[in-house]
């Protein structure tokens, strides 16, 4: 069984600033790992992915995530927070190999500050 | 472009009546689709797992004569929540791989049940 865990339901940051969302995840088979991105009353965008390919993974709007086994964790960051950027995260974890169906973690809201 | 579309974004109805929600495929076809519900400030949790051309799979503790699914063909599924009552009010959200590893959502459906 897949299971993600994001501490906290709040981050708030000030525009330029870095923004770090934590995830971490169990799993009993080698996982995918999934960050998304939900702005209101919309459905959800892929930010990036780990598919056991690199471990440093790059997606769009300028986030990154870095998949640490040793920690099981997967936390996504970005540089340089953009107003834009203020929405809802959602972590996620499938089985590697596995049905398509995901497991999300409770989400994070994010705040940016002028 | 949206790959995945949801029909009605919006739909209130009253207590006792069933609705539809449409989920569909724009361009690619789909023989499994994935039915969410999220609460408010809550994640998405998986209701089950839409498979063209048999039964619906549910998941643990969703009531499928409650929420009736049907995958008639290889681009759409429906969601019907039958006499709805007000704690059915959500936001129910669909998706569907387009390739392995490559899930796409919907826009998602705002019932209201009054």
């Known amino acids: 069984a897949q299971s993600v865990t994001q501490l906290g339901s709040h981050v708030s940051v000030s525009e330029g600033a870095l923004v770090l969302l934590r995830c971490n995840y169990s799993?009993?088979?080698?996982?995918?790992l999934f960050w998304y991105v939900q702005y209101p009353n919309q459905g959800l965008q892929l930010l990036l992915k780990?598919?056991?390919?690199?471990?440093l993974v790059k997606g769009i709007n300028g986030f990154e995530a870095e998949f640490k086994k040793s920690e099981t964790s997967f936390h996504l960051t970005k540089p340089s927070a953009h107003m834009s950027d203020a929405a809802e995260y959602f972590c996620?974890?499938?089985?590697?190999?596995?049905?398509?169906?995901?497991?999300f973690g409770k989400g994070m809201k994010l705040t940016v500050n002028p | 472009g949206a790959v995945v579309s949801q029909h009605p974004s919006w739909v209130i109805c009253k207590s006792g009546t069933s609705v539809k929600i449409e989920c569909r495929s724009l361009?690619?076809?789909?023989?499994?689709m994935f039915w969410y519900r999220q609460f408010p400030k809550q994640s998405l949790m998986l209701m089950a797992t839409?498979?063209?051309?048999?039964?619906?799979?549910?998941e643990q503790g969703v009531e499928k004569d409650k929420f009736l699914i049907n995958h008639a063909s290889l681009t759409l599924s429906t969601l019907t929540v039958t006499s709805a009552h007000p704690e059915d009010s959500s936001f129910y959200i669909c998706s569907a791989p387009r390739l392995p590893g490559e899930l796409f959502f919907g826009e998602g459906s705002r019932l209201t049940v009054l």
């Open positions: 839409s498979n063209e051309g048999s039964k619906a799979t549910y």
């Open positions: 996620a974890v499938r089985a590697q190999g596995g049905s398509e169906k995901l497991v």
């Open positions: 799993s009993s088979v080698p996982p995918y």
């Open positions: 780990y598919t056991s390919a690199a471990t």
């Open positions: 361009d690619f076809q789909a023989t499994t």
